[in-house]
C-alpha cells in the first residue's frame, strides 16, 4: 500500500496529508507501530529512511534552507559542517535549533517544509551568506541545467534589493555558461 505522500522528497509528512491520501487514523498508527513510520511530533511523522537533517529541521519547526537545502538538491556550494535552517516565527519561541545549526532569515516566507524549494533557498543563500557563495551556487545551477538564466533572472528581480552585480551574473557577464 502506498501511503507516504512526502514533502519535497525528504520522507517527511504530516497527518494531515496522509489522512487527505486515504489513510485513516488505525492505518497511521498501525504503520507507527510497524516502525514503518516514526514519529517526529504531534502532527509530523516520517519514513524510517527519511532523510536525518529533514527530520532535525520538522522537530525544530524548520526547513533547511540555503546552503543545506542547495545541497540536497545537488547544487555545488561552498563546503561548511552546519545546518542552515529557516524557523517560523511562532517556532523561534518555543523551540530550540539543533545545535551546529545556522538561523537564516528572508521577509514574508513561512517554513513549511522540509526542506526548501530551490528558489527559496536561492534567495535565503542571496540575503544571508557571501558572494563567492552566491556565484558558486548560480553557476553549478547554470552548468547541472536546474533553471535557465531567464528564470534565474526572474527569481532575482523578485528578490528586490539585490547588488548590481547580482544581476549582472544572471545576465552572463560575469558567468561563463
Known amino acids: 500500500m502506498r501511503i507516504y505522500k512526502s514533502l519535497a522528497g525528504a520522507g517527511v509528512t504530516s497527518r494531515k496529508d496522509l489522512r487527505q ?3 485513516t487514523r488505525r492505518q497511521i498508527d498501525a504503520a507507527v507501530q510497524a516502525g514503518d513510520l516514526v514519529k ?4 509530523r511523522l516520517a519514513k524510517r529512511n527519511a532523510d536525518p537533517d529533514a527530520i532535525k529541521a520538522a ?12 545541497q540536497k538538491l545537488g547544487v555545488a556550494v561552498p563546503p561548511g559542517k552546519a545546518l542552515h535552517m529557516r524557523q517560523r516565527r511562532y517556532c523561534r519561541r518555543t523551540r530550540g535549533l539543533p545545535s551546529g545549526t545556522l538561523l537564516c532569515r528572508i521577509p514574508n516566507n513561512s ?8 528558489e527559496t533557498a536561492l534567495e535565503c543563500l542571496i540575503r544571508n551568506h557571501d558572494d563567492e557563495a552566491v556565484v558558486m551556487a548560480l553557476d553549478s ?4 541545467h536546474l533553471r535557465t538564466r531567464a528564470e534565474l533572472a526572474s527569481v532575482m528581480q523578485s528578490i528586490g534589493g539585490v547588488k548590481w552585480w547580482k544581476q549582472r551574473v544572471v545576465s552572463g557577464k560575469l558567468l561563463v555558461g
Do not use: E, K
Not at 517526529?40 to 502532527?43: H, L
Open 21 to 23: 491520501a486515504g489513510m
Open 59 to 70: 522537530r525544530a519547526g524548520a526547513s533547511l534552507t540555503c546552503v543545506s537545502a542547495l
Open 141 to 144: 545551477i547554470l552548468h547541472q
Open 40 to 43: 517526529i511530533d504531534r502532527c
Open 111 to 118: 517554513a513549511g517544509r522540509p526542506i526548501d524549494p530551490l
